[in-house]
T-cell receptor
Framework: AQSVTQLGSHVSVSEGALVLLRCNYS??????LFWYVQYPNQGLQLLLK??????LVKGINGFEAEFKKSETSFHLTKPSAHMSDAAEYFC??????????????FGKGTHLIIQP | EAGVTQSPTHLIKTRGQQVTLRCSPI?????VYWYQQALGLGLQFLLW???????NRGNFPPRFSGRQFPNYSSELNVNALELEDSALYLC??????????????FGPGTRLTVL
């Protein structure tokens, strides 16, 4: 069975500071990994995904994530936080034990707070 | 290009009633997924439909069901509503195949409140 752990339900950074949101996964097969962002009262928007190509993945809005198999991690970073980055961020894994397109397994989410 | 659309945006029901939520996928997407986002429980996978067939379901009771139509739109039905069914129900669509590598595009959700 797959699982995703996001460390820190809330992360607070100052505007202009580095953003680091942590995600660790557990999967019995090579996973597909995703980061989504959710703004209040909206659906989820894909930031980036890892599908076994380059381990450093660049996404939208200046975000990137690095897949580290040895650490089973897929942490999300952004060099300089903007006020508009304040939102809920979800890490998710796909790939299922059967190899089919199962539903995504999500972490609990991290609420990113940007301090002015 | 139009995104995933869901209707209605909000619903208020009472315990024991039945509800139907609707989802239209992005043009060309044949897979539709349903998720429940309940307070304190996070996002949980409900159902996956592809080419009109139910392909997989999450750990939810049988009173959660649905279907996919020939135009790939989908309905989620919830019978005998319980208070804990109050949640945001999200629909997502994706291109078929690729064993889960294809990203899922999400709609804005339907907020269900059960009183």
């Amino acid at each position: 069975a797959q699982s995703v752990t996001q460390l820190g339900s809330h992360v607070s950074v100052s505007e202009g500071a580095l953003v680091l949101l942590r995600c660790n996964y557990s999967s019995s097969v090579p996973p597909y990994l995703f980061w989504y962002v959710q703004y209040p009262n909206q659906g989820l928007q894909l930031l980036l995904k890892y599908t076994s190509a380059a381990t450093l993945v660049k996404g939208i809005n200046g975000f990137e994530a690095e897949f580290k198999k040895s650490e089973t991690s897929f942490h999300l970073t952004k060099p300089s936080a903007h006020m508009s980055d304040a939102a809920e961020y979800f890490c998710a894994v796909s790939g299922g034990s059967g190899g089919g397109a199962d539903g995504l397994t999500f972490g609990k989410g991290t609420h990113l707070i940007i301090q002015p | 290009e139009a995104g995933v659309t869901q209707s209605p945006t909000h619903l208020i029901k009472t315990r024991g009633q039945q509800v139907t939520l609707r989802c239209s996928p992005i043009s060309g997407h044949t897979s539709v997924y349903w998720y429940q986002q309940a307070l304190g429980l996070g996002l949980q996978f409900l159902l996956w439909y592809d080419e009109g067939e139910e392909r997989n379901r999450g750990n939810f009771p049988p009173r959660f069901s649905g279907r996919q139509f020939p135009n790939y739109s989908s309905e989620l039905n919830v019978n005998a509503l319980e208070l804990e069914d109050s949640a945001l129900y999200l629909c997502a669509s994706s291109l078929p195949g690729s064993g889960g590598a294809n990203e899922q595009f999400f709609g804005p959700g339907t907020r269900l409140t059960v009183l």
